[in-house]
């Protein structure tokens, strides 16, 4: 039984099978574990890879916020733009609507004399206009 026992074997069966067999087990759990150890090893390295990648992608959505921040700004001061030129084009319009019905009353209550007067007028004003542009 001593012997038995150095060789690893056990009282009751055959000593050779039976160590044959604790080897043949030891060594596939070996194995088993150097397999696992390299499974959780890999699942490591992808782990880590994906956390690097979700970092870059946190890094250029952080990048597209700020532009888009910056574009939604831009956009509000050109509304204000936009809308302040549209109140001060309103106005000249409707400046410009009476000053068009004023002329039309003045031209409709005078005479044809006093149109070619103001023609006659507004020519010589033309051409002294003229005359100093190019004297210079």
């Keep these: ?3 038995r026992r150095l060789r690893g074997g ?3 069966g055959s000593p050779g099978r039976t160590s044959m067999a604790d080897i043949a087990q030891n060594q596939r759990n070996g194995e088993n574990g150097d397999f696992i150890q390299q499974q959780m090893d890999d699942q490591r390295n992808i782990m880590s890879d994906q956390d690097e990648t979700v970092d870059r992608l946190r890094v250029g959505v952080r990048r597209v916020k700020d532009h888009a921040v910056n574009i939604r700004d831009e956009l509000d001061t050109q509304e204000r733009i936009m809308t302040d030129l549209e109140a001060g ?7 410009l609507e009476g000053v068009i019905k004023k002329v039309s009353h003045i031209l409709d209550n005078s005479s044809d004399r006093s149109k070619y007067i103001i023609i006659i007028i507004l020519f010589i004003v ?6 100093m542009l190019f004297s210079n």
């Design 126 to 131: 033309l051409l002294l206009l003229v005359f």
């Design 1 to 3: 039984t001593g012997l």
């Design 10 to 12: 056990n009282d009751a």
């Design 89 to 95: 084009m309103t106005q000249v319009q409707v400046k």
